[in-house]
């Protein structure tokens, strides 16, 4: 099984920044791909951010250059530094892992998700 915290969640005035955490726990050797998904109130859950383990990045468009994802494998941790937030990008944050190779050396496709953390940008 695969845990994953977030943190770094808060409020913000428009044009500030805010750094996301989130570490995944478990017995874990190694993540395909972490990432980061966003879903505001009366809307579908949507990706911001994905970081393949030695590999690409992909971001959203509406993200244009604003966030950046930085990922330390051997910790199984992945950060979103988010700079020039605005009010639409108010809403509950989700850390998620997809392909995991655990210690035991099973791989697992599963997707695992945080519980979320809470980014509101006020005007």
């Known amino acids: 099984q695969v845990q994953l915290v977030e943190s770094g969640g808060g409020s913000v005035q428009a044009g500030g920044s805010l750094r996301l955490s989130c570490t995944a726990s478990?017995?874990?050797?190694?993540?395909?791909?972490m990432g980061w998904y966003r879903q505001a109130p009366g809307k579908q859950r949507e990706l911001v951010a994905t970081?393949?383990?030695?590999?690409?990045?992909n971001y959203a468009d509406f993200v244009m250059g604003r966030f950046t994802i930085s990922r330390d494998n051997h910790n199984n941790a992945v950060w979103l530094q988010m700079n020039s937030l605005k009010p639409d990008d108010t809403a509950i944050y989700y850390c998620?892992?997809?392909?995991?190779?655990?210690?035991?050396?099973?791989?697992?496709?599963?997707?695992?998700w945080g519980r979320g953390t809470q980014v509101t940008v006020f005007s």
């Open positions: 970081k393949i383990d030695g590999g690409s990045t």
């Open positions: 998620n892992a997809e392909g995991i190779l655990y210690g035991s050396g099973r791989y697992s496709t599963s997707n695992y």
């Open positions: 478990g017995n874990i050797d190694r993540i395909n791909t």
